[in-house]
Every structure is written in C-alpha cells, then in structure tokens.
C-alpha cells in the first residue's frame, strides 16, 4: 500500500528540489516584505475616499504590486513567448485536444468539489463527462459528453469554500499563483491534495514525475495560450493593469460563484412527477 | 390594538389591490424585456455586419462609431467609470474627459475588430431589473470557446441605449471604472492627470 505520507513527501520533495534550500528564507522574507509593506489608509475625515478603499480591499497593495511586477516579468521572458510558440507550433484542432485531455484528467477534483458544494446535478453532470469522453472521447481528446447534454462547468475548492461561506478576504497577489485571495489560495493547495494523481504510483517513479511536470507545464502554456489576445489587449488599454486584473480576477470568481449558488436544478429522476417548483424558474 | 387594526386594513388593501396593480406592470416589463432582446439584436446584427465585412481599418472605425454613438449611452458609462470624482470636476475638465472617453471607447472596440473576425451570436433570454434589462447572448468566435456576454439596456420601452456590457461575468463599465479609480489614487486624485494619460491612449503614437 502506498503511504499516503510517502506520497506527500515526494510531492513535497519534487517542489524542494526545485527551490532547494532557499524556500525557507524566500518565505521569510516574503513575510517581512508583506509585514513591512501595508497600503496607508486614507486619512478618516475623507468619508468617499475611505469609502473606496475599503471597496477596493486590498490592503497588502505595494506587496502585492511587486509580485506583480516580478510575475509579468517572468511571464514577458518565460510564459508568454512559450504559448506564443505553442499556437504558432501546435494547430488550433490539436490545442483543443491537448485542453480536453487536461481537463479530463480535472474530473475527479471537480467531481469531488461538485459533491462537497451540494450539487448533486453538478456531480452526475462531471461523472458523466468522465466516463464518456475517457470512453467514447477517447482518453478525453473530445468533449463527446457535451454534445450529449452533460455541459462543463467550473468546480475548485475555493467555490466550494466560498459555498460554505468562507468570506474570500483580502485581495492577493501571489507569486507564480497570480491573482488570488486566501480562499483561493487555500483552494489552491486543497485541490491539488483531492487530486488523485497526487496520491498515485511509487514516489521518485520517473515516468510519474515526468508525467507531472508535462501537465503542469502544459496546464499553464495552455491556459496563458487561451487569454493571449485579452491579456494584450488588457495591458494595453488600461491605465492600470494591476487594478484592473483586481477588479477582473474577482468580477469573475463571483461570476462563477453566482453560477453555483443559482444552478438549483432538481434531483428528481426524468421518470418521477416534476415538482412545482422547478417550473417557475 | 389601533396598530392591529390599522395592519389588518393595510392587508385587506393589499389584497385588493394588489392584483390589480401587479397586473399592468408585469405585462409592462414583458414588454420592456422583449424590446430590449429586439434592440440588442439588431444592434448585434450591425456589429457583426461590420465586424465581418471586408474593408479597411479606417471605414470600419467610421461605422463602428456611428453605431456605438447611436446604441451605447457613452457620457452615461463615462461619468459612471469616473464615479465620486465626476462632482469635484470643473464643467470644463467633464467636457473634456467625455470627449477622450469616446474615442478611448470606440478606440479600443476597434483595435479588437481583428480578433472578432467571423464572430457570430445566438440570443437568449431577457430580464427585467428595473428601469433596465439584461439581454444574455453568447457570441461565438472561431477557435475559441463561446462566450456569455450579457447587455445590460437602459429605459428598454421608451428610448434604449446599452450602459454595460458583461462579458463571462465581468463587467465593461465596472472594470473601467476601477482602472480610472486605481490611476486616480496613484496620481493624487487629479482628474488632469487622467486626462492627460487618456490623450495619450487615443494618440497615434501611444
């Protein structure tokens, strides 16, 4: 039986042996920058200003503008020319193949989040999806199920937290995690402990390493592909790219988590008497 | 027992009334939220028109502002992205800053035209909130996965203009605002120096 903290010492150990030693002292000094560094409140005599800065809620602001900078540093010379490459390299057709197969390989951490929301028609709709298109799809390269009437939708434990009422907190801006919150930052980590291809193999097996990194690697060139064109475009226009991706990141997370709270389809099978309710929608 | 008895009244009024008066309005609003799905279409149906026909940059620029002037309530969403700072303008620097909203708005629709070639739309339904209505539609894009996007239509039964657009949840007019916002507190809340940044933006150079 593979030990499930085994498990989670190797995948520990892979992120150490990328980091090294330096983690440790990269956390504390993070944690004095942030310490150091909170966004002075404006003066209280100015109602409308204060106002604003509490609507704004981002008190760790000049942190979380390094990170920022130093982010889209590492995205100008890293990230983004790699999915410049990989939409010049790869055709549009095989793209969304490689972003079915990657969010197939997602079902079991969606399905797990969808049943841990209370969504029951969520759950069947992501089982579904899981079957067919590992079957029928084929390893997951097309979305048969979709056609079939079992639709995508987005399920993380963050939704899952902020469904249980967990307030987000403060804005945050992380390093190589971006825009995020301490909700979904936690969401983050929880994630990748429900993800069942954590827990899976022998630990320093390097056919799962390598299977690891290449869809981590192939996660975030596919997801930095999709919003080439909008992040250009954002950073851009805006005359503030930071607030913007702000007020962006969180008008969407609420957006998804508005869709959550509202899918309240019923239960009841297809066969069974429908009940009122479900009518006056 | 006055309080009981005038509460009871209030109640037996209601009732009475009440039918009556729900009565004109929800037909009213039906009315107003079909009006609004008819306008988004046929403004749609322009957009993608422009969108999708051959032609220069420039002609389509020309065509898409006269849309965008004729269907989108510019100076509305214009003062709404400066909020509490549209009252501590002079009328000269209001004057000014909506002129550089237009051509920033229409500035910016254009430079994506590219993107949308072959773009098309289904329509879905329409929602009344108010004075206003949300039409949902989801265009579609070549290569890409369909989007939401909600219009949100101002007076929708007497004189309609679009004052958001709300794309996968995130809105136009919102995100905006927060930009204008964020670059107002890191420029000691002078809306000259806002004005001046968006001259820049509209500026052939920049």
């Not at chain 1, 902020?162 to 936690?186: C, Q, Y």
């Not at chain 1, 290449?214 to 475009?233: N, P």
Request: net charge neutral; proline share 7%.
């Amino acid at each position: 039986m593979p030990s499930v903290p085994r498990a989670l010492h190797s995948f520990v150990g892979a992120k150490r042996s990328l980091f090294g030693a330096t983690l440790p002292w990269a956390l504390a000094g993070m944690l004095a920058i942030v310490l150091a560094s909170c966004a002075t409140p404006p003066p209280p005599d100015d109602p409308d200003a204060v106002a604003d800065f509490k609507q704004t809620n981002d008190p760790l602001e000049p942190t979380n503008r390094v990170f920022y900078a130093i982010n889209n540093g590492i995205d100008t010379v890293i990230l983004r020319p790699a999915a410049v490459a990989y939409r010049f390299v790869v055709p549009g057709v095989m793209r969304q193949g490689i972003h079915n197969v990657l969010g197939n390989l997602a079902t079991p951490v969606q399905l797990t989040n969808d049943m841990l929301e209370g969504k029951p028609r969520r759950a069947g709709d992501t089982a579904m999806r899981m079957v067919i298109n590992t079957t029928v799809g084929v390893f997951g390269i097309f979305d048969v199920a979709r056609k079939w009437g079992y639709p995508d939708h987005d399920a993380d434990f963050g939704m899952t937290l902020a469904n249980w009422g967990v307030p987000e907190g403060p804005f945050l801006f992380l390093p190589v995690l971006g825009p995020t919150d301490p909700r979904d930052a936690i969401g983050f980590g929880v994630n990748i402990v429900l993800d069942p291809f954590t827990w899976v193999g022998a630990p320093h097996d390097t056919g799962l390493t390598v299977f690891h990194w290449t869809r981590y690697a192939l996660t975030a060139v596919d997801a930095r592909e999709r919003v080439l064109d909008s992040l250009d475009q954002i950073k851009k226009t805006a005359l503030d790219p930071y607030a913007t991706f702000r007020s962006l990141y969180r008008q969407h997370r609420h957006g998804q988590i508005d869709d959550l709270r509202n899918d309240k389809r019923a239960t009841v099978p297809a066969w069974f008497p429908q009940p009122k309710a479900t009518e006056a929608q | 027992m006055i309080h009981r008895r005038k509460f009871l009244s209030s109640i037996t009024a209601a009732s009475v009334t009440g039918p009556a008066l729900l009565a004109t309005p929800r037909s009213a609003l039906a009315e107003a939220a079909e009006r609004a799905s008819a306008f988004v279409k046929s403004v749609g149906d322009k957009l993608v028109a422009v969108v999708n026909n051959p032609g220069s940059t420039s002609e389509k620029r020309v065509a898409m502002s006269q849309i965008i002037n004729a269907a989108v309530d510019v100076d509305g969403i214009g003062r709404f992205c400066l909020g509490r700072f549209w009252r501590q303008c002079s009328e000269e620097q209001q004057k000014q800053y909506l002129e550089l909203f237009h051509e920033v708005l229409i500035t910016n629709i254009t430079s994506k035209l590219g993107e949308y070639r072959g773009v098309t739309f289904t329509m879905g339904r329409s929602r009344p909130q108010d004075e206003e209505a949300a039409v949902s539609t989801v265009v579609m894009r070549p290569n890409n996965p369909p989007t939401a996007v909600d219009w949100i239509i101002s007076n929708p039964a007497t004189n309609p203009k679009i004052i958001d657009v709300v794309a996968e949840g995130t809105s136009l007019r919102l995100t905006q605002r927060s930009d204008y916002a964020s670059y107002l507190a890191h420029n000691s809340n002078n809306v000259d120096a806002l004005i001046t940044a968006m001259r820049q933006q509209v500026s052939p150079k920049g």
